[in-house]
């Protein structure tokens, strides 16, 4: 669905991570043009967020980065369903795990932060991969055109400890 921020993949059943004795299921995923988290200073071309959340409602996001490419399979297949129009929907008719999209090493940082779309909620645990995936030119630029630039800007640390793992 492009609801004017982002281009948003619902999803129903099947996906979830086990964390800390608690079960998130995959609930969505978006797409943020740049990148959101920064490496170094730097930004990527664009973020996958991956929006996971327990039956008690705590929530855990995942961050993919994404860097121009060959493109990734999956991917490719999403992008030939984006909705060019605010509120317009697309079924698509695709069959994938979390691994299938997530980049094969999964070095990583954690911290706990909040939403980065409003209400920007607090309490959220992220899991920023630092390994990219890949995104072809031309697939960035189908969703510049549609979405454009809808990276919240980089918040200051304050006291949140960032983990490396």
Known sequence: MNNGQTVQVSHTTG???????????????????????????????????L???????????????METGPGH???KNIWNWLPDQVGKEASVPIRASQREILPASTELYSYSGSLTTPPCSEGVQWIVL??????SEQSLKK???????????????????????
Not at 143 to 165: C, H, M, T, Y
């Open 15 to 49: 996906c979830h991570v086990a964390l800390n004795k608690r079960t998130y299921n995959l609930r969505q995923f978006h797409f943020h043009e740049p990148s959101e988290h920064h490496f170094d200073g730097k930004a990527f071309p664009m973020e996958m967020h």
């Open 51 to 65: 929006v996971h959340q327990d039956e008690t409602g705590h929530i855990l996001v995942i961050a993919v980065m």
């Open 73 to 75: 399979p999956l991917l």
């Open 130 to 135: 630092t390994n990219p995936i890949k995104i």
């Open 143 to 165: 969703f510049s055109a549609i979405i454009g630039d809808n990276a919240r800007p980089v918040q200051p640390l304050g006291n949140r400890p960032i983990e490396k793992n």
